[in-house]
């Protein structure tokens, strides 16, 4: 255990964490800093958390970002101290959710409390006064940045964290498995004339892929059923569309063992023979990736 008077809890507040602005400044070094060992119980942890309390409930947006970030790093290293802010930190962090914050506030509010969320499963008290009543407005409030936000990254995360938390509560996500399945087919079903990027369709795969778990365990076959119905039938109608892009009429408009009567235009068979290879080429690149696809 660290001295008193070395303490790094002490020398973070008395230094780095002395102000708002200088905490935003020095939150790298802080954050890679912390390790358990520093929330090992002393005098300084109670004023640590207040401090981090602050930091989370400030009017500036770049000290509440410093402050997520410290309640998240907080919690990763020391899950007592967890236990004893969640209440206070999810009373901030979730509304920031559905408020004009900064992007950063919004990826660092929803990394803090999926971390509450998922980090307490063995804690029953826990889960019945924070978890239960506060994971529907969560996932909600998250559905609805992934619809309206255009960061790519903050999709992603949005995503991601749905995936993780459906199958850990289904029961509570029951009652939005229309809005879920919703916004997954919002990216499956693509967009054009610019595609949406893989690391998001996958994305959006992945939390496909867990939706079944919101029928329980009576609903949950009949949901994946029905699912996997869906997701065959709409390979088969992307197939038919592709197909229907062509025709089964020949590529080249005469062949040498064609009779031709009259001149033949030696510049469209130039232009033929050097596009057809390249039409072939990516004809088969668009039918590997519907297959991996």
């Known amino acids: 255990m ?12 008395q230094l780095q964490l002395a102000s708002d602005s200088s905490a935003v400044l020095h939150l790298p070094s802080v954050f890679s800093a912390l390790s358990p060992d520093s929330f090992s119980p002393s005098p300084h ?4 958390t207040a401090r981090v309390n602050s930091l989370v409930h400030a009017q500036d947006f770049g000290a509440r970002w410093a402050g997520l970030c410290l309640a998240y790093r907080t919690a990763v290293l020391s899950k007592p101290v967890m236990l004893e802010c969640a209440h206070s930190w999810i009373g901030a962090a979730l509304p920031m959710l559905s ?27 826990f889960q019945r006064q924070l978890v239960t009543p506060n994971i529907p407005k969560y996932s909600q409030a998250i559905i609805a940045l992934a619809e309206k936000q255009d960061d790519a ?8 964290t749905l995936t993780m938390l459906v199958p850990l509560y289904p029961t509570l996500h029951k009652a ?11 990216f499956l ?3 054009a004339p610019t595609p949406l990027s893989s690391d998001l369709v996958k994305a959006a795969s992945r939390l496909y892929a867990v939706l079944h778990y919101t029928g329980g365990k009576v609903g949950a076959a009949g949901q994946w059923r029905k699912s996997l119905d869906d997701t065959l039938a709409f390979t088969w109608s992307a197939l038919n569309r592709l197909l229907s892009t062509f025709s089964n009429s020949a590529m080249l408009s005469y062949t040498q063992d064609e009779q031709v009567s009259g001149p033949i235009d030696q510049s469209l068979r130039a232009v033929e023979n050097s596009a057809i290879p390249l039409v072939w080429s990516l004809g088969c690149d668009l039918l590997v990736s519907f297959v991996n696809w």
């Open 2 to 13: 660290a001295s008193e008077a070395g303490h790094p809890l002490k020398a973070f507040l």
């Open 45 to 48: 942890l109670q004023k640590w």
């Open 99 to 125: 408020k004009n914050e900064p992007l950063p506030n919004l990826k660092a509010a929803i990394r803090l409390l999926r971390y509450i969320f998922s980090g307490a499963t063995d804690t029953p008290e």
């Open 153 to 160: 990254v903050l999709k992603i995360l949005a995503l991601n």
């Open 176 to 186: 939005l498995h229309g809005s879920l399945s919703s916004l997954t087919l919002r």
């Open 189 to 191: 079903n693509g967009t």
